[in-house]
Structure formats: structure tokens, C-alpha cells
């Protein structure tokens, strides 16, 4: 895959939120994107980037210097963002409904819309892309454009709370392993609920049983991403089942996943699954986007690992850590997950959706 | 059950410890009891209580002064200890076999031994006691003592990382409603290790997400415990099969645990669940032993609960708290219990365990 | 000091935030005063304390069970208030100006505030008081009463960031040490921010070199504290220059300060001044308040002590911990001190100031 | 400067423990260095690197591939050693006299040795070099050579406690604001204890308000770094009394400082003193060293800066980050510094401190 010719324009909803960070950081120096907007809500809007993040800025990299002057722009006026570019990547937080049609609103407008949101997760006709598992299902884009009557569209990307472990698991399924059950306990990173977030009180000596809404979304969102499109619309994937516990923990990022799984009928051997991990490539790494992992599921071999802090950064915090991996007493195999969950479960993951696009001409 | 007429004197070998500091602030005010050995390594020997914890101590609470001058004692010593006192709390760091050796050394000299320690957990003659759950157990003990030729016995309590939720299921078996299956992930804190146990490097925004050995004994011990006597021997309960993913986090006390079960028949409904936990009682209660938790199972019904730091002082740190219950997609029933690792996972359950001796007039 | 023929009764303004909290768990089982009133502002009242502080329940023993039912009512309602209890204590969170004049309203309305907020503590007749230092100011009161036509008053606490040093120091001054400079820099507690404050995301593995205004109050309001009464007025204590540095640390309870002193004349030696601190003793001691601590300061003799989680609740978080004491190279000398920052610093301070009006006959 | 000719080979002493793990990381890619032995004692040699470290690597970032197979060397095989590198870097752990001879018996072997350890801080005629402070004091060198007939040297760096905040006053001395006084409290991070270091059951919740020596170094070492040569030996500088609070913290990486400082004569204004700061550059930046921070002192004009996690990073962990510049009540200024303990404050200080040293020409 060669690069555009120029870059593309882009903009973010959302840009001075904590995902929104994350765009902006990681598309500064992009060598496809080039960001033309920045906007925000009304409240945060009419200012440069640089003030609307004043005391707001939540990462631990310094805010772009190129961005300083650039004003904030209410995510409402929408004619005037699709007049500066031609993706928006979505992080704005708004009541579902109300983000719905705002999204609708910009694809109408011309607009391709990446979303990090979860609004559009489950309609009918809009694809839920982690891209090493369903780059296919991009397919989708004409018929949503030649249903809904827009030049843009409409992508979104699943819960950060299952990207620890799906990719590893689909490499089984694609090697010949299909899978029927899945027990997953999360431990999940403090990022993952935004800022401000958890309270210090509530973490320190601390964790929390309990993340409103992410339990139902680890259960459900494989089936959709796993699935396949008939007569224009998503079919889950049936055969299986998956339950999931989601915990908070005062860990800053990095979502870890404790994951037993059952296999429909044969069972790899622990050397051949670690095999099959370590070997597993697919249409990024094919496509050699620029925020693909060059190797997407790293097995590590100590006994203790992986581990948040250790492992989170692996591949600029866009490849999966995976160790290990025993026999399950009731299922067939126990393996640990790791990814970075606004890295690989959010931003980063949002970038390497829109770089899929322009790489299968579905966008521009 | 009424107090003894005099208070009975106790040892406690590896009184420097972690979990032997704990003893000792369980005992320094007991009704039952009097500390009148403390014992550790012939390094921590023959200098007084408080030398030989300076520096070492790491309750938050400080040692009790009745004890500052009582001279530690070389642990090996059996004669002069067993000339002090009755029983011996046994929670002191040997290898394994020597561990053996010589608790069955204090057994020989006519002492109880009630014991932290895993190293006679799968001796064939020696119970494994959780009171609320197999006090019954305790009935090999004059087959332990004749097939020895011991005046004394040896008594064990299990791992601490069980004792979240085993209580619980118990509770449900009881009522008429068998487990077949049980997944169970823990987040265990740091005391669990001892002291100094974990580096705070290694902690510090992290999880580790492997305990050694202890995910070993988490799929086993129960089986014993929920087990039956047979010809003098223990037979492990069958129809039962767990898996257990086990992780430190940064916690200082208290171990959680999120647990999937399946029954073998039928189900309990969540609401009958909950009616069973709360009216959970057993010997320890009817019994009215000192340290026995009046209720020892509570349903938290807040959908964030329990939580380590809020939940773990339950009645003393003898309870167990449960959450969160609700319909499993894999197996019947899913839920979140806690339980204090240090008291009723480690002393305070070996103190119950001596209660129940005396009470059941096993020792004494 | 004898006891309240009856229990007086009282209310807590602001009872469902964090401070509120600890004033009703302090109060529930008081032996001198009574709840009959818990008020919060207009959005939280009219409903059953147990289900205002639903979800907002932030300390680690559960809320009383004998205040579940009691309605909480909107703190503007002040006749109705005053018709029901004799002492109210102030921990409204409300922007100053509007809060000083509630306070006066109450105060007005015959109701003696204690108050745990800023807003009147440099009102020029109402007096900061630490009943162990200057206990004396509440003379101001009948003059208070007088100046405003009040039959209640106001009294007001100062700020928790200076409670871990400045009895300590006062000790000093009364057995003949007068002081003249104060360095101190403070590693203060999240629970100081309130609920729910610091964001975890920004105290994991970090700390805050800042604390909005706790600088100021830090260096000016000793001053009033140790000054005096001149024609019905509080004048400054001079010769006395303070420099405060101010921390967030990744601390729940337990405010610690670094202290450096000069002395004005002559020095005590460091055995002379562990000797004060040990045998200090003042007026709640003296009257035997139900709260006040039996050794207000204690010497911790090991070097690295004292440490918030292990010594911040001497003395029923009452007490003041120090340690370390030693020569400084550029003033007179070093120490160490710690109090508890919601107990000794917030309500519990609030409740000893309440029990000093009653045993001085300034209030009922 | 140009670099040399070719890499010139280099060894660690002490390559497996903490700050060895930090030398090998920041010589693996080394421009001017190669790495050619790493040592450690004589329990850790005779194996690969790869091995040595296996279940010690506490570092985030994986060891470097380069060096799996180099077999480690027991330290005091010194002629083997000497026949391999040139420049030795001592980070291994001894008994003070010990390490004092091995460092000595390096240089007598024709190595230069660049230390981390303090052994040798106070020795007359050896350096104690901050490259952007005391370059010059590399004088002694040849010196040092003739009295002890090495064709070797040793040169040592400073405690990591001072290093964030010495240079921005050292930037103050030398632009004519000489200072008198220092108070310095600091907030030092675990990673400066070494690995395993510091208990996490005695840093969650806490704060450990005492380092061992700490404060003693960090009053008497300035003074040394400040001092000239005189007749071949160091002479301190006079006029500067310094008085530390030394703290540990729960932050993996960053030394933090308060301080408060009185100058001798003038006093530079506010914004005066954030200018030299900002202009401040010194002998690495001049000769363009490798590891130079191209900007060494950075001022944040946030009011809660700087923050460890957030600033540590400057300048690759070499720069220095101050903050809240403001007037102190007792001396003129205050001040918050920050550091990278173990990249500035030890291993990258140690690696600048050879580069002068080459760029200086008092090695090879």
C-alpha cells in the first residue's frame, strides 16, 4: 500500500476530552493525516485548541505544538468542519440518541465518520471493525451510503474491554480452532472511564467489582464483529457463548483479561496456540498501514507476565501481550490478555480504522 | 457453649511474622486464651518480644504490651514450649518438609497444632477446617492421635485465597442446590504475601497476574474440604470441578473474588440465593464461639459492591460479603465475594479453629 | 466535667457530603449531643438520609442505622431547623459570601455554628479555635452575641493542613520556647479535597505540588489562632514568620508535615522537647471532653515514623503523632508530624469545639 | 564535538541490578560507546545476560537483544575486564571499603571509572561531577593519576536527591545571585531504593518519611560540587547552608523538591528568574554531548507543576523541570524542582559524565 498522494484532511469531535488527547496527539505527526479541525462542544468552542486544554490536558506527552492556534470549533456546525475535511474521527461524549444523528449529520454531510462511541454499535448497517479480524465487513459502506442517501459513512470500533483478547482468539478461530465458549474476568485501566473519571478515594487500597454497562457490551459486541453480512445486513455469529466480570483496578492503562475458552470440536496444543499467535498476521500488516503492529500478538514466556506497566506500550501500545496459557479444569485452555486500552482500544484503534478505509478505497 | 474455666495457654511459633503478629494481636485480649510462648528461627531467639519485631512490625495497629518482655523462644525447643502451654498456632516460614517434621514434633509432645501452613494440608489423617463449612471434620482426630500414637494433634485451615466464596457455595449445597462447576477469578492483595513480601515497584500502576501455586490450591482444597471421612480417611467430594485464574493487585488487605457457578440440578433463584446467604448459620454460631462472625455471610446490595477497602472489616474481618449475583450466560449463577485475607483467611481463622476445638472438646 | 443532664440536640449542614458524613458517624453514638436534624442544599433534601447519601457514601464503616429514616432537609429552612436542635455544625460546601451569611442566619436564629468552613475565619469577633491551644478565645462569644444581637454564635475551625503541627508547637511556646520561624512543607491526604475530588488518573504513581489557597491559610491562620483579645477584637500574634510548601499525595487519610523551627530566645534540647510533647496536657484534657484525646501528642521513637496509615488513627485520629526530632542547619530544629485530616482535622475537630462551648457554659 | 573515531568498547560493573539495568539500556544504542562486558558478583556471572537477569529485569522496556549471549563476568576479574574496555561504569552493590578498593583497583588497570556509588564521593582528589555545573572539576583527573600512578581514573556523580534541583540554583549563582540558604523538602520516588527496594505494603496509602543518609548527602554533597581546587584537592564552598526533609513516596520514577531559598546579596525578580532558567546553558550543551538535555532546566507555568509521572520524562529523563517560582515569607523564593532519578539522577548522569569526559579528552 502506497501513501495518498497528499494529506488528507482530517478533523475531532471530542478533541479536548481525554480519547479526543489521544487523536490529536497521534495524528499530529501523521504521515497520512493532517488535522484541519478541532471541535468540541459549544462551551469549549470559539477558543484556540491551547486554552480549551488548559488544566484539561490529561496525558503525560506534552499537547502538539502545531495545534496551539488552532480554534476549537462548536461540533454542531457541521457544513462549515465538512468544508475543512474529509474524515471526522468521533470522541465527543453526548447523550446516545442526540450522537446518533449528530454522527448521521456529518456522514450526510459528506463526511466519513470513524466513531469511538458505542451509538452506532448495533445498527443494522454500520460495521464494527477491529481491522486484523474484519477488514471484510467494510463491505458494508456502499450499501449504508446507497441506503441512508450519503457520499460519507459511518464506521465505529467496539469496547475497549475486549480487544485484549479477541484478536488472539479469532487467530485460533482462523487457523482452524472455532471456539464455543469464553469466560473472561477484566482488570481494567483507569483511562478506560475518561476524566476525571474514578475518584482517587475510591482507588487507592482499592478496586472496584463493577463497570456500568461493560459486562453486556463484552458479551454481545464479539458476536457482531465475528459475524458475517447477508442481503446487506449483520448476522451474528452463533455457537458462541461468552460471560464475562469486568473490574476496575489502579492500574492508569492497559485492560488485562483472565480469558478460559472452550473449543467447538478439536483443540490446538499450548505450542501450537502460541504458535499460531506469534505467526498470526492480517490485512493491516499485509496492507503495511502505518499504525498496524508489525507482529499484533506478541506470547510472552515468563510465567508472570503479561503485566500492565510491562507489557502496555508493546508496538506503540497497538499490539496485544498475551501469556500464560494452560490447561482449563472446565474449559480447554487459560491464557492472560493485555492491551492498551486507548491506544489499541480507542484511539489508535480509531486511526488504524480510517487508514483501512483509505487502503480499501472506501473512504476518499 | 460456655468459656473454659481458665484461660488455656497458647503458643505461637513464628510469632515475628506477618500472620504471627496477627495472632498476636488476636490473642493478647481473648477470652479463651493466653499467650504464654511465642516462638520463631533460632536467629529471632532468646531476645525479647518487642526487639525482636523492631523494625518488623507492619500492622497498622501496635503490639500489644502485655508482650514487650516475653523472651522469644528458638521454635525448635519443644520441651520448654510444650511445658507453657496447650496449643500452638503454627505460622512459621520452613520448608516443607521440615515444617512437617516438626509440627508433627509438637503433635508428638501432646500440643495442638492449629496451622497456617500448607505443608500438612494432604496428610491423609489431618483435617482441613473452614468451621462454618466441615467442623465434622474435626472427627478424625482421635483416629489421627491413635494411628500416631500422639497426645496432641495437628489441625490445618486452608489457602486464604478460597475463602471469598467457598463459604457461599457451601451455603448453597446445603440448602439442596449441588455446584458442578465453578470459575472463579481472584484479585488478591499484597499482605497475602507476607511481609515484605511484593515490591512496590512491581505494584505501583501494575497487576501481576500469577501467584505461585496458588491457583493449584484453589482448584483442589475444596474438594477435601466439602469432602467426607471414610474408614479414617479423607474422601474428596466429587461432581465438582473448578478452574481459577489468580492475580495481586494493589490492595493492601483483602482478597475478592469473581465467581461463575453451574449446579447440578436446580437452580436457586437470585433472590432465593440471597435469602440463603443471609440466613446463613452454622457451628461456629450456634456454637457462640468468641471469634465466630455472628452472620458470616452479608449480601451487599449496592451494584458496586463488595469492595475491598469498604467491605473487608466485616464483622471484625470475619465475614464474608457477597454482590452482585446475577444470571451467568455460560454457567447458572454469577456473583463477587470478599473476604479479609490476613484475619478470617489466615489468624483470625486459625484462632476459630482452636475455638472449635475446645468447644467440641478435641483439645483440652 | 460532668455530662449533659439530657442530650442536647444538634444538625449537621451539609450532612451528605464527605465531612458530613463523618460528623453524623461521629455523632450517632455521642454521649452528649443527639442528631435531630441532617440539612443539604435544596437537591438533595426532602428525601430519607439513607437514600440522599445513596451512591454517595464514601467511608469505609457504613452510615448509622438509627439516621436511615431521618429526612434530610433543605439547610435554607432555618426555623424549621431551629426548631429542633441547639447546635448546628457547618460543612456546606457553598460559594463564601452566601455561606457567611447562612451561617449568620443560623447563628440568628439562636443556633450555635461550628463551623468546618473557611468563610468567617477572618470574621474580625468570631473565634478559629484548637481547643488544645486556644481554648480561652471562645470569650469573644458574648461579645460576638452582642455586636450582632445573636442569641447563638459562630465558632469556626481552622484549616486541616496546619492541625499536624501547630499543637505540637504550641507546647513549645507555653513551657517557655517562644518560636519565630516555621518552615513546613505538608504531603497532604486525597480525603482533604473531598468527595469526589482528585481524579485517580491524576494521583497513581504521581504527586500534586499544589493545593489551591492551603498555602495561604497555612502561613496566616496560626496567627490568629495564637493571638489574642484586645477590646473585643483578635490581634495577631507577632513575631512569628511561617513559609509553607503544600502536597497532594497519593495518601486516603492522614495529613504529614516536614517542619523546620527557629526559636526566638532560647532552644530546648531535643529531650527537653520530646519531654514537652509527651507531657503536654491542656483544656479539653483537663475538662475530660468525650472526645478529646488522653495524650494529645505522642513521640514516635522509631526513625522512620510517624507514616499516615500506620499512626494516623492514634488516639481515635484525635491525636497528634510526631517524630524525628533533630537539629536543623539553618534554624533551630527538625520534626516530623502527622493528625488525622478528617477526624482531628475536619469533624471530629468540629465535635471537640462543640463539646469545649458546652463545658464552658458558651453554648445551652 | 566530533564523535570519536570509533566506538569506544565499555563495560558495567554491577550490569544486573537496577541502575546496571538502566546502563544497558542507554548504551545498547549508544553512539560514541559500545558495550563489551557487563559484571556483576560472582553469583550472577559465568552466564549469559539473558539469563542473569531472568525474573531481575524490572525495567518497562524489554533488555536489549544485543546483549543476550554476552556471559557475565564476576567484577573482580579486573584484568580480564581491563583487556576488553576502556571506561568502566560502577553500579554494583558492596560494602563501602570494598567497593572503594575495587573502583581503585579498576584505574590502577588503566580504566576509567565512571561511578554512581558513594564510596568514593568524599575521597579528596576524586571529581564529583553535575556536567552542567562543575565540568571543570574533570581538572583534578591528572592530578589524581600522579598521585596514584593509575593510568586510569575515577570520577563520581552526585546522590539522585539533588539533581533536581541544584543545577536551576547553580544557573541562579552563576548568573550574579549568589545564595546563602537552602530548605529543601523532597518527595523521592521508589525506584531510587533499588529493586526490590521498598515494601508495597509499606507504600500503599503511605508516605515513609525518612531515607536512610539521604539527608546528609543531599546537605553536604552541593558543596563539593560548588567548591574549587586548590593545590590539587578540593576545597568546599562556604557561604551555603543547606537543611533537608528527605520523603518516600508511592511514584515509581521522578525525584520531586520544595525549596526555598535566601540569596547572599540581590535578589533576582520573579520573572528574572524563570528567564535565566530558560536561557541556562552550560558545558554538555556547548560541546553537543549525546545524552545532553538540549534545553536542561524547563520552566512549567502551570500552578500544579511540576508533577513526576507528567514531567519525568523531559529531555529523554536528562532535563530538569521547575515550577510555582514565588516569594517565600522567610527566605526570598520558592520553588518546585523535578527530576528523573534514575536517568539524570543515575545512570543517563553517569553516561553524560564519560561523554565529557571523552569530549574532554581525560579518557582515551
Redesign the interface.
Known amino acids: 500500500m502506497s501513501a495518498p498522494d497528499k494529506k488528507i484532511p482530517v478533523g475531532i469531535l471530542g478533541a479536548t476530552g481525554m480519547v479526543g488527547q489521544q487523536y490529536v496527539t497521534l495524528l499530529a505527526n501523521h504521515p497520512w493525516f493532517e488535522i484541519t479541525a478541532v471541535a468540541a462542544s459549544f462551551r469549549s468552542s470559539g477558543i484556540p485548541y491551547s486554552k480549551a486544554i488548559?488544566?484539561r490536558w490529561?496525558l503525560?506527552?506534552p499537547p502538539p505544538a502545531t495545534l496551539k492556534d488552532l480554534v476549537v470549533q462548536d461540533a454542531t456546525h457541521i457544513t462549515e468542519i465538512a468544508s475543512r475535511c474529509k474524515i471526522v474521527f468521533s470522541a465527543i461524549e453526548l447523550e446516545k440518541e442526540e450522537l446518533k444523528k449528530l454522527e448521521e449529520n456529518y456522514a450526510h454531510a459528506g463526511m466519513h465518520v470513524v466513531s469511538n462511541a458505542s451509538a452506532h454499535r448495533w445498527t443494522h448497517d454500520v460495521p464494527m471493525i477491529i481491522p486484523e479480524i474484519n477488514a471484510s465487513h467494510l463491505q458494508i459502506i456502499p450499501e449504508q451510503q446507497k441506503n441512508r442517501g450519503w457520499k460519507g459513512s459511518i464506521t465505529v470500533k467496539p469496547n475497549c474491554s475486549i480487544q485484549s483478547y479477541l484478536a488472539p482468539l479469532y487467530a485460533l478461530i482462523r487457523a482452524g480452532y472455532p471456539i464455543s465458549?469464553i469466560?473472561v474476568?477484566t482488570?481494567q485501566a483507569?483511562?478506560g472511564a475518561g476524566?476525571?473519571?474514578?475518584?482517587?478515594?475510591?482507588?487507592?487500597?482499592?478496586?472496584?467489582?463493577?463497570i456500568n454497562g461493560e459486562e453486556e457490551k463484552t458479551?454481545k459486541e464479539p458476536l457482531k464483529i465475528l459475524g458475517t453480512i447477508q442481503d446487506g445486513k449483520f448476522v451474528l455469529h452463533t455457537g458462541l457463548?461468552?460471560?464475562a466480570?469486568c473490574?476496575r483496578?489502579?492500574?492508569?492503562d492497559g485492560h488485562?483479561a483472565?480469558v478460559?475458552i472452550g473449543f467447538q470440536e478439536k483443540i490446538p496444543s499450548i505450542e501450537e496456540t502460541i504458535n499460531i499467535w506469534q505467526q498470526f498476521r492480517s490485512v493491516p500488516q499485509e496492507l503495511n498501514l502505518p499504525s498496524a503492529p508489525f507482529m499484533p500478538i506478541i506470547y510472552s514466556k515468563?510465567?508472570?507476565?503479561?503485566?500492565?506497566?510491562?507489557d502496555r506500550?508493546y508496538e506503540r501500545g497497538m499490539g496485544i501481550t498475551v501469556?500464560?496459557v494452560r490447561a482449563?479444569?472446565?474449559?480447554d485452555l487459560?491464557f492472560?490478555g493485555l492491551s492498551h486500552n486507548t491506544l489499541r482500544g480507542a484511539a489508535g484503534g480509531g486511526v488504524l480504522n480510517a487508514e483501512l478505509m483509505i487502503a480499501k478505497h472506501y473512504a476518499i
Do not use: W
Open positions: 488548559e488544566n490529561c503525560d506527552t465458549k469466560f474476568t482488570l483507569l483511562s476524566y476525571p473519571g474514578v475518584a482517587s478515594l475510591d482507588m487507592i487500597d482499592n478496586v472496584i467489582p463493577y458479551e457463548e461468552i460471560s466480570h473490574n483496578v489502579a492500574v492508569r488485562l483472565c478460559s515468563e510465567e508472570n507476565r503479561p503485566q500492565p506497566r510491562k506500550m501469556g500464560r482449563c479444569t472446565l474449559l487459560k492472560v
